[in-house]
């Protein structure tokens, strides 16, 4: 990908169409450093997640509900760092879309996949902190691995099947349809309809449902304390178990509101049609959220601090490591 200056003229994308867009310029300097800069944050956001995703695999200690949803979140936070974040990079450096009308259009399904796996995934860990807290009696028979597990798949199914369904019924990636596009560009075309409908399920529904569950669970939480303050002063074992569940949601609590801080601006003003220099910081943003979840872990997990411990130092090759009480091992 060529270098542009500023004493050059006027280059374009594709210099054989005649429907090319301008390619933007910038310095050698410039190149180096967002290059530099973007590569980083990527390798960065998936060598973080990969770690979570280690820890909860090999630790069988960490085979919990809560903890399947984690890792699905790592997943799909590593897949950010992997593939949405080195093309959104080069879209943004070189200001064209190099690799064609088909794979934008793939890009697109990718990329609306993930960003609704996410929305999914925290749904998720609303819901099961809510149980926890809120009916801690009845949550081994609800809040089972196997319901977990299918639960998660149905997500990524059904999130995957509305991306696909609503990139090819707008056309993203059929320039021929729209007057305003040039050949190297990979932008969303949304009929009205799409945007009401979107906007109901990937922003409306999801916040709603996260923001009254966590109301919830923290006025229940503050009851519990006071209670269990209270009925169990010889029972130290139990009143550390409900300490334990009110930390976690507590955890999980700042980790769903660190990503809606980042969300809900940038959805607000794509909806309100703010220029694209805005919508691109505020999606940075969003991708940078990406990074902060494993380090929200490890400042409120032990667990996770021990089991980074044991993947850097090789331990976790060591036999029958998988079996070791991440939780109470100095």
């Known amino acids: 990908m060529a270098f542009e200056t500023e004493d050059q003229e006027t280059q374009y994308c594709f210099p054989d169409i005649n429907s090319s867009c301008v390619k933007g310029k910038r310095s050698r300097h410039e190149y180096n450093i967002m290059y530099v800069f973007f590569s980083l944050l990527s390798a960065w956001t998936v060598f973080l997640n990969l770690l979570v995703i280690i820890s909860i695999s090999h630790f069988k200690k960490l085979h919990t509900p809560t903890n399947m949803i984690i890792l699905s979140l790592a997943v799909n936070d590593l897949l950010i760092g992997l593939i949405i974040m080195p093309l959104e990079a080069i879209k943004l450096i070189e200001t064209c879309w190099y690799f064609g009308e088909t794979f934008c259009g793939l890009f697109m399904i990718i990329m609306g996949l993930l960003g609704s796996t996410s929305l999914s995934n925290l749904v998720l860990i609303a819901v099961d902190r809510y149980v926890a807290v809120c009916h801690p009696l009845l949550y081994p028979?609800?809040?089972?691995?196997?319901?977990?597990?299918?639960?998660?798949?149905?997500?990524?199914?059904?999130?995957?099947?509305?991306?696909?369904?609503?990139?090819?019924?707008?056309?993203?990636?059929?320039?021929?349809?729209?007057?305003?596009?040039?050949?190297?560009?990979?932008?969303?075309?949304?009929?009205?309809?799409?945007?009401?409908?979107?906007?109901?399920?990937?922003?409306?529904?999801?916040?709603?449902v996260m923001i009254t569950v966590y109301l919830r669970i923290f006025y229940v939480a503050i009851k519990q304390v006071k209670v269990i303050n209270f009925l169990m002063k010889g029972r130290r074992e139990s009143s550390v178990k409900r300490k334990s569940e009110h930390k976690a949601a507590l955890t999980l609590g700042i980790v769903v509101t660190v990503y809606l801080l980042c969300f809900i601006p940038y959805y607000l003003l794509s909806v309100m049609g703010v220029s694209s220099g805005t919508l691109t910081y505020l999606l940075w943003t969003l991708y940078a959220n990406c990074v902060v979840n494993p380090l929200i872990y490890a400042l409120f997990y032990r667990w996770f601090k021990k089991s980074v411990k044991h993947i850097l130092t090789f331990k976790i090759l060591e036999p029958a490591s998988s079996l070791l009480d991440i939780f109470t091992d100095k």
């Open 141 to 208: 028979q609800k809040i089972t691995m196997s319901k977990t597990l299918v639960t998660i798949c149905l997500c990524w199914l059904f999130s995957s099947a509305y991306c696909s369904v609503f990139v090819v019924s707008n056309k993203y990636f059929d320039s021929s349809n729209r007057t305003d596009v040039c050949y190297g560009m990979c932008t969303l075309n949304l009929s009205f309809t799409y945007i009401i409908v979107d906007l109901i399920y990937s922003f409306l529904l999801p916040c709603v």
